[in-house]
């Protein structure tokens, strides 16, 4: 069971990845997500940002896969699962991996600067969320949709 909350998650976070590196890409963001791994091109970025887009929807099918039940109910914890990514990505690890420091984005200052990227990444959770209880409903599994049981 943990194996297939594991695989739904990462398929629901690379749905919700592809969005958000979309929006990301509109925006002039993706370079910078590729300086931080070290190359500053938007097609990088864009692979960085889908690799993390799979650990984090996998991270979230082992942590919260069990409680989902169908999509209203991935919806909600999507959206939260969004929300503290926000927290830790953008205000936390993204400054210390590129070498400002940690802490320096947690003002409300900085924070409020970052409404953007807050909206993206809710956008992010409310797709893995909604696809991941969707994808591991037993409507969807008799469809023949979900992942087979391992």
Not at 30 to 49: C, D, E, N, R
Request: aromatic fraction near 12%; hydrophobic fraction near 50%.
């Amino acid at each position: 069971m943990m194996t297939k909350n594991v695989k739904l998650g990462v398929y629901s976070g690379l749905a919700g990845g592809v969005v958000f590196g979309a929006m990301m890409g509109m925006m002039g963001m993706l370079p910078m997500i590729g300086k931080m791994a070290g190359y500053p091109s938007a097609a990088f970025g864009f692979l960085v940002h889908m690799g993390l887009s799979a650990v984090i929807g996998g991270t979230f099918g082992l942590v919260l896969g069990s409680r989902i039940r169908g999509f209203n109910g991935g919806l909600g914890y999507g959206l939260a699962y969004g929300s503290a990514w926000w927290l830790l990505g953008p205000l936390t690890l993204m400054p210390f991996f590129m070498g400002m420091g940690l802490g320096v984005n947690w003002s409300l200052e900085a924070a409020s600067s970052m409404l953007p990227s807050l909206l993206g990444h809710l956008v992010f959770g409310a797709i893995l969320g909604g696809s991941y209880g969707w994808v591991s409903s037993p409507a969807c599994c008799s469809a023949g949709l979900a992942a087979e049981t391992p």
